[in-house]
């Protein structure tokens, strides 16, 4: 019995060794024989039940801290992970298919617009070129589109048209007889420079002056008046449709300043036109012509032509 005794002692003290693996409970010696009493069946039995238990803990408990770490950290890190792919996917969703989105829109839209604009400068430049182009019936290539038709009535009441100065050279200015001081000019100098063209080439030319100022330069006004410049200078006035019409044919700008009463002044262009024996714009001059620069640009310009 002591024997006996002392055998289970040890395998129970092996089974509950902290250091020691238990064996499994099959190692257990079956004590079934009949000197065996009934406390050391029981015995026995709790020695197994405890075995089991200790093998299950060993075995559990033997599980290196590293792995249990690793299983913590890999649980814990799919949670940050899985945090992490959700921050990243509205991070996707928000940031970088719309931006990319917005930035695609942006350049579509920029690109058209700039190809919308080109295609209508092109346009615009093309009509300009096309206008510009243009000739209309009677104009010869290269020529200003200044003169056309007109008819008024000269210093002497007679109708006159653009027909009756055919075959001539022709100096055509526009002003009015009320002029404090532009126009007397501009008449002295237009008088001056026939003379010496006809002193110098022998060159007869046509002066005539055209009122822009139908209201008041009535025939004898305009009589009395262009006789104090030249006596070959015609006279030239009209209604007030018939000033207008020739005016926009010459491209003449007038305009009434200053009215007070019957007594107002008539902004206009200063500009000398000559005109060939057909009645064609050949040039224009402007107030910065002297008599000299006059006669000799009037000379030049009917040489050429000849």
Known sequence: MRSRASHLRALLSRALAPGLAPPPARALPQITGPGASRFGAAFLGRARFFSADAS????GGS?????????????????????????????SVRGGPVSWLSFLLLLVTGGGIIVYYDKEKKRHIEELKNRTS?????????????????????????????????????????GFTHCPDICPDELQKMAAAIDKIKEKAKLDIV?????????????????DYVKEFHPDLVGL???????????????????????????????????????????????????????????DGIIKEIKEHK
């Open 56 to 59: 299950t803990a060993a075995q």
């Open 63 to 91: 599980k290196p801290p590293a792995a249990a770490a690793a299983t913590g950290g890999d649980r814990g890190g799919d949670g940050q992970s899985g945090k992490s792919d959700q921050a990243d996917a509205g991070k």
């Open 134 to 174: 243009a000739v209309k019936p009677g104009q010869s290539v290269g020529t200003p589109a200044i003169g056309g038709p007109f008819k008024l009535l000269n210093h002497e009441g007679k109708p006159v048209t653009e027909k009756d100065f055919l075959g001539k050279w022709t100096l055509l200015y526009f």
């Open 207 to 223: 002066p005539v002056f055209i009122t822009v100022d139908p209201e008041r330069d009535t025939v004898e006004q305009v009589r």
């Open 237 to 295: 006035t009209g209604t007030t449709d018939e000033i207008r019409k020739v005016a926009r044919a010459y491209r003449v700008y007038y305009m009434k300043t200053e009215e007070e009463g019957s007594d107002y002044l008539v902004d206009h262009s200063i500009v000398m036109y000559l005109m060939n024996p057909k009645m064609e714009f050949v040039k224009f001059y402007g107030k910065n012509y002297d008599t000299d620069s006059l006669a």
